[in-house]
Every structure is written in C-alpha cells, then in structure tokens.
C-alpha cells in the first residue's frame, strides 16, 4: 500500500528557530517529493520539491533533505518567523502513475514572535 | 490572476441535493486534478484528466460523483444525492503533463458543507 507517514501532527517553535518535520514512505516506487504550505481556508501552496536523485535541496530558508535508504525526507525551515505558522503537507508522486500525489498527514507549525 | 481558479468558494447545501463545482485551470495545463481534503488530513485523490480524457479515478469517488472535462480546460465535478459524509474542502490543482515537471499547483477550494 502507498503511504506517506509524517511527524510531528503538530509543533511550536520560537521565532528564530528551526523547525524540522520528518516523512517517512514505505512503497519504493515514488520519484518526486514535494512539501506543501497550507493557511487556513486556502488550497496548498507548492513550497519546494526534491527528486530521489538528491540527498538535498535548499530554496531561501527552505531545505529538503532526502535519505532514499531510509526511505525518509525531511523539511527543515531556517530562521523562522511567525508569518510561517501554517500546515505543511509532505507528498510523494509513483513513478509512472500519471501525477496522484500521495499526502501525508500533516504539520500544524506555530511560529511564535 | 493566472493561478488556478475555483468557484463557488463555498457551498452549503441539504442532505440529498446536487451540487456542482467548477475549475479552471492554469492555461496551457493539459492535466487537471481533483482531491478532498477533510479537517485536519491531507489531500486525498480522487480523479484526474490529461485534457478531456478522465484517466483514473480513486475508489474514494462513488457513483453519485462525477467529474468531466468537456473541452480539455474548465472542469466541473457534481456530487449527487449529496450525504453528511461529502462535507470537506473539494481540491482542484493542474499541471503541465508535460514529461519531468511534476509540479501540481493547487487553487482555493471549494468547500462544502452538507446539512
């Protein structure tokens, strides 16, 4: 079955911090990993994406990092600030399966002045 | 603005009413997708179309939901007999299909609620 498990449901931090939010997937078959921003009552957002060919992908303060081994990729967000409190949606593409993204579960991030 | 367009923004109806959303897509997108998202999950597939043709659809989409694509570019998704159970934001995103550019861009959403 074709998942995308993502972690923590929820997180809290300082302005200034760096959030981090884990995805782990299980199915091998997936070639391009994109990261969503959400505000309340809006459609996603594409923020920044990463293929498996990449162990990383940095874009202003957004970093992707990718352990294909471990079938496990991360968002990072340097300097934060409270104008990125929002939910951030992890996501995974199959190969050759015409574009369904597989969603995680979510991140609600609290930046906090 | 040349982003993804969605209308109407929000719809309330009554149990067992029809209901109808439009989409319009990106110009020169030729894939146009649809998901639903319920409070506090992500997105969820439901169909998707390379310009008219409808290519998968998800077990998530029954038979009182269906979705066309008449002339490759608006898209219309109907809900029929509409249940509690269909109440969540309805998700329109295009893309390029375009081989190597992935990249889905998503609109507003529509939501419903079912009375």
């Known amino acids: 079955q074709q998942q995308v498990k993502q972690s923590p449901q929820s997180l809290i931090v300082q302005k200034g911090g760096i959030p981090i939010i884990n995805c782990a997937y299980e199915?091998?078959?997936?070639?391009?990993f994109p990261w969503y921003q959400q505000f309340p009552g809006k459609g996603p957002a594409l923020l920044i994406a990463i293929r498996p060919d990449v162990s990383e992908k940095k874009e202003g303060r957004f970093t992707i990092s990718f352990n294909k081994s471990a079938k496990q990729f991360s968002l990072h967000i340097m300097d934060s600030q409270p104008g990125d409190s929002a939910t951030y949606f992890c996501a995974a593409l199959p190969y050759n399966q015409g574009g369904k993204l597989i969603f995680g579960q979510g991140t609600e991030l609290s930046v906090k002045p | 603005d040349t982003g993804v367009s969605q209308n109407p923004r929000h719809k309330i109806t009554k149990r067992g009413q029809n209901v109808t959303f439009r989409c319009d897509p990106i110009?020169?997108?030729?894939?146009l997708y649809w998901y639903r998202q319920t409070l506090g999950q992500g997105p969820e597939f439901l169909t998707y179309f390379q310009n008219e043709a409808q290519l998968e659809k998800s077990r998530l989409l029954s038979d009182r939901f269906s979705a066309e694509r008449p002339k490759g570019s608006f898209s219309t998704l109907e809900i029929q007999r509409t249940e509690q159970g269909d109440s969540a934001m309805y998700l329109c995103a295009s893309s390029t299909g375009r081989r190597g550019y992935n990249e889905q861009f998503f609109g507003p959403g529509t939501r419903l609620t079912v009375l």
């Open positions: 199915n091998t078959a997936f070639d391009y």
């Open positions: 110009s020169e997108h030729n894939r």
